[in-house]
């Protein structure tokens, strides 16, 4: 059967953007969106810390509860006798999320590439949307208070939210192949930074009502967000008739080969175009998903979680953390620490895309993530310093946050998907939401590891302690993709020497 090759755009100048069509970005803003309003009732939680601390302890042990409370009603509705005991259970419930979470991303992406991604997305998004709701809204409104409660909520609002991430994932993987992976995964990659500071600016905004209306805004935006995916998101191009055809560039491949959609690229275009599907043409078998055993004995997996793990346990420690010390540190009111702790993920955003960037010029991931990871130590040395002034704090943060942010994002995102998209899946493509599962889910792992650390260590609220072991793990993290940076080093030079000598 013939196939009819229509190219996207008509202008050849588009170049880079002539490959995409108007699905593609519907596809990337409904995925981008999806985790943004994931991200920024998962920030929520970390930022009314201080909130919630207030009142789960009476009023004769903090200053922050107003002067007109009943003392009997801190008296029956506390929690812990001082906000010691508070700070502890809220560490120990981000270890519980974590875990949770972690266990759940291993189970999700092999779901992922077994169901229809639309499905097991939108049950992520409002399952875990009602989940915060009675987490942080109606437990306040009832006035009831119960320490084995939240922790069950927190541990199937894990379970719930690790849904989401490989599935997000797995659709950009479906849409977007190879050629400007880094760059587009970079961008697309923000949306948990701009999730954050969503977050911050939205707790912030409604903490003055009470930390339930924090909670009411983000779950209601959630469970909305779910609804419009469900019915509005293409999981890939073969549900509307299109299958890409890509250049074959094998001098600027990223991490990993990517044979992706060989069959029907007999004829290739510049500027992007697409084959379509006749009416009478045979549909293609759909590959079978491969098994959760076999995507972690991929190469590049195992070095890539493990790295994942120690940067992911630096980052959330900055995510989940970073507006109470800031207020506790410094003294600064807990909106001004909310709306100061988005420097952070604006560093991210903007290293992610550069960082993301430069890979694809490099067609190298690896060298890329070291340079940034060894100046990530210099920034988190800098910032530990970091003076009482907030200009000077935003700045360091924002440099941190470039270096860190960068990195993890790149993993997380474009190089996930360069795993789950490479030559050894010649037979079976379906492994992109379990790899991304694996990647993220060993990541977790690290990060709820660094939650039992400040759990154990939470009366060294300075930074110079938090940092002492963020440095460590930032080095642990290049040790662990150091025979990939030697492998893609040297194929660099390879490649250079190869063309200086046709030259």
């Known amino acids: 059967p013939s196939l009819l090759v229509t ?4 202008s050849p100048c588009c170049g880079f953007l002539a490959q995409y069509t108007h699905h593609h970005l519907v596809a990337f803003l409904l995925t981008f969106f999806s985790y943004v309003l994931l991200h920024a009732s998962r920030k929520t939680f970390s ?21 007109f409370s009943p003392g009997e009603t801190w008296e029956e509705n506390n929690l812990f006798a001082d906000s010691d005991g508070a700070t502890l259970f809220l560490g120990v419930l981000d270890t519980i999320f974590l875990f949770s979470y972690a266990v759940g991303l291993y189970m999700s992406g092999v779901i992922g590439d077994r169901m229809n991604l639309r499905y097991v997305l939108s049950f992520g998004l409002c399952g875990s949307a009602i989940v915060e709701f009675v987490f ?9 208070y119960n320490i084995y409660l939240y922790c069950g909520l927190w541990v199937l609002n894990g379970l719930l939210q690790s849904a989401v991430w490989p599935c997000v994932v797995a659709v950009m993987g479906n849409w977007f192949g190879k050629s400007g992976r880094g760059f587009v995964f970079g961008l697309w990659s923000a949306c948990a930074s701009v999730g954050n500071i969503l977050g911050a600016f939205l707790a912030s905004s409604v903490l003055k009502y009470g930390y339930e209306y924090a909670f009411l805004v983000t779950s209601v935006l959630q469970f909305a967000g779910g609804v419009v995916v469900f019915f509005g998101l293409l999981t890939s191009p073969k549900e509307v008739g299109l299958r890409p055809v890509e250049k074959d560039a094998d001098s600027h491949r990223p991490l990993m080969s990517d044979e992706e959609d060989e069959e029907g690229s007999e004829e290739v275009c510049d500027g992007g175009y697409y084959t379509i599907r006749q009416g009478d043409e045979e549909p293609r078998e759909t590959p079978k998903a491969i098994g959760f055993c076999q995507a972690f004995c991929l190469p590049g997996v195992l070095p890539y979680s493990l790295a994942y793990a120690c940067l992911k346990l630096v980052n959330y420690s900055f995510f989940f953390w970073l507006p109470f010390y800031l207020s506790r540190n410094f003294g600064w009111k807990e909106a001004q620490a909310d709306r100061l702790s988005v420097w952070y993920d604006v560093g991210g955003i903007i290293g992610g895309t550069i960082q993301g960037l430069i890979s694809d010029f490099m067609g190298k991931r690896a060298p890329v993530l070291a340079v940034s990871l060894l100046l990530a130590m210099g920034a988190l040395v800098g910032y530990s310093h970091s003076p009482p002034d907030q200009v000077v704090n935003a700045a360091l943060l924002a440099t941190t946050g470039f270096f860190i942010g960068g990195p993890s994002n790149m993993i997380s995102s474009a190089i996930s998907a360069d795993l789950g998209r490479q030559e050894a899946l010649r037979g079976s493509q379906e492994a992109l939401a379990t790899v991304t599962g694996i990647v993220d889910g060993t990541g977790s792992i690290g990060a709820a590891a660094g939650q039992v650390t400040h759990t154990r260590d939470r009366e060294s609220t300075h930074m110079h302690t938090v940092h002492a072991y963020t440095e460590k793990y930032t080095g642990c993290s290049i040790v662990f993709i150091l025979p990939l940076i030697v492998t893609e080093i040297r194929a660099m030079w390879r490649e250079r020497r190869a063309r200086a000598q046709e030259l």
């Open 47 to 67: 930022n009314v810390k201080v909130s919630i601390s207030a009142q789960w302890t009476p009023s004769v042990q903090n200053a922050s509860s107003p002067a």
């Open 136 to 144: 942080g809204t109606l437990t306040e409104w009832l006035q009831f």
């Open 7 to 10: 190219p996207v755009m008509s």
